[in-house]
């Protein structure tokens, strides 16, 4: 593993359906995050956590929810999709002690839901 | 309002041209200004980063910040097909500095 991975790439989900992302990142960097990207609204933060054992809620966090058992993972769960969720979901990840807090962003995954 | 706005484009130059990309924003407490590089169907990437104001070269690219105006700038020299790109403006203030404001991103095409 480089970087940050996630998985899967693409998914089409039935609405109601629950729905886990995953993301696992080998930089040991303290800070995780969760973005959605729609067209025209650019990205918007939907989940964060400053340290493992540790989360906060971002910009659009209603439908999703996440947890940080350990320091490279950072789970992001539907309960139960809906069609506005259809989205490009990217996890990224900082080390806030750096001198520039520089996120790096895992490849996306493209959710559909139906 | 926004926090922050960017013209979404598509910006079309031909290679060779000075693109000139902008972003304005609201919130004074902005400190750190970042600009990021979207290529398709991949995640973004850090391109530059500045502090509060001024200018910042790194080859073919310079940023500049203006916060009496709250306006910040992406120049690229000497564009190339490979700058092809949507790129993202982000920033944080200095107190939530893991709290990033992104702008919806320009799509840039440089034509050969």
């Known amino acids: 593993i480089a970087g940050i991975t996630q998985a899967p790439t693409s998914q089409i989900l039935a609405a109601g359906r629950r729905m886990t992302l995953r993301c696992t990142q080998d930089?040991?960097?303290?800070?995780m995050y969760w973005y959605r990207q729609d067209l025209g609204l650019g990205l918007r933060l939907i989940h964060y956590s400053n340290t493992a054992g540790t989360t906060g809620k971002g910009e659009v966090p209603d439908g999703y929810s996440v947890s940080r058992a350990n320091t490279d993972d950072f789970p992001l769960t539907l309960a139960s999709a809906v069609p506005s969720q259809t989205s490009v979901y990217f996890c990224a990840s900082s080390d806030s002690g750096g001198v520039v807090n520089e996120q790096f962003f895992g490849p996306g995954t493209r959710l559909t839901v139906l | 309002q926004k926090e922050v706005e960017q013209d979404p484009g598509p910006l079309s130059v031909p290679e060779g041209a000075i693109v000139s990309l902008n972003c304005t924003y609201s919130n004074s407490a902005f400190q750190y200004f970042m600009w990021y590089r979207q290529y398709s169907r991949k995640g973004p990437e850090l391109l530059m980063y500045?502090?509060?104001?001024g200018n910042k070269e790194d080859g073919r690219f310079t940023a500049q910040v203006d916060k009496s105006s709250k306006y910040i700038s992406l120049f690229i020299r000497d564009s190339q097909p490979s700058d092809s790109a949507t790129y993202l403006c982000?920033?944080?203030?200095?107190?939530?500095?893991?709290?990033?404001?992104f702008g919806s991103g320009t799509k840039l095409n440089v034509k050969p």
């Open positions: 930089m040991r960097h303290n800070a």
């Open positions: 982000a920033m944080s203030d200095l107190y939530n500095f893991n709290k990033f404001y």
């Open positions: 500045t502090y509060s104001s």
